[in-house]
């Protein structure tokens, strides 16, 4: 009996290392501290079907004034930062990752730009295979609410999985909004013919969704909130669609 009780007590740890093994990983990458928020429900789900749930946020958000008297920089930048990790810690998901590009448009001036969106890709080159996610999700094309910076996030990591035949490797998943969604929240929005995945959340998981949302004090009013909260809980579908990135194989000499 007291072998056996050993041998369990040796079988532990390679047990766990085998779990831990075992374990998905579900890649996150928007550009701002906030972001998140948009799909929160899924985060959720997703870390309880077991998932670690890596978010990356590629810039601080410090020029995010929006309903905050604190003026762009550092130190509204570090509130941002802190803003991510209360919702990542609500959530019960991992410490999000800030890569500190500065910004992904053209405000900064155009040089400095094509130097921030290089930095941003050459990031993820190395980030990634370190990662080794099972899926990545971000914004497709519309940028979510047409937000440049959004885009740009998109359209780099295609461009990276493109660049190193990883299209396959790293499934990637574009959030797409219906059009009754877009109108609601005055989204960018996918024809449903496009859908090709489709989660479903629960009331539990959407409210817990909804307990982030405080966490944002430089980006909210108590009565943007008020009003968010109303709509999210007033749409009763409980669904966020998404459009995975594919491409089509094989040369042809004609269109």
């Not at 374990?23 to 996150?28: A, D, H, I, P, W």
């Amino acid at each position: 009996m007291k072998r056996t009780f050993l041998l369990c007590l040796l079988l532990i740890p390679l047990f766990l290392v085998a779990q831990q093994a075992k374990q998905k990983t579900l890649l996150v990458i928007f550009p701002h501290p906030d972001d998140e928020t948009a799909i929160a429900e899924v985060l959720i789900k997703y870390k309880e079907l077991g998932y670690k749930v890596q978010l990356i946020i590629a810039t601080d958000g410090k020029d995010g004034t929006r309903v905050t008297k604190i003026p762009a920089g550092d130190s509204l930048g570090k509130l941002r930062k802190d803003e991510t990790r209360c919702a990542c810690k609500i959530l019960g998901i991992a410490e999000p990752m800030f890569l500190g590009i500065e910004r992904l448009d053209t405000k900064i001036g155009v040089g400095k730009y094509f130097g921030e969106h290089k930095r941003f890709l050459d990031t993820l080159k190395i980030l990634i295979p370190k990662i080794r996610p099972d899926i990545i999700l971000t914004f497709g094309p519309d940028g979510d609410t047409h937000h440049a910076e959004h885009i740009v996030v998109g359209t780099t990591i295609t461009e990276l999985l493109l660049q190193e035949g990883w299209v396959e490797n790293y499934p990637l998943y574009y959030v797409a909004w219906t059009k009754e969604q877009g109108k609601m929240f005055d989204l960018g929005y996918v024809n449903d013919q496009y859908f090709n995945v489709q989660i479903d959340y629960t009331q539990e998981q959407e409210i817990k969704a909804l307990s982030i949302m405080p966490c944002y004090v430089t980006q909210y009013t108590p009565e943007e909130l008020k009003e968010d909260h109303k709509k999210k809980l007033t749409d009763k579908s409980n669904t966020i669609h998404f459009r995975r990135f594919v491409v089509a194989k094989g040369m042809q000499h004609d269109f």
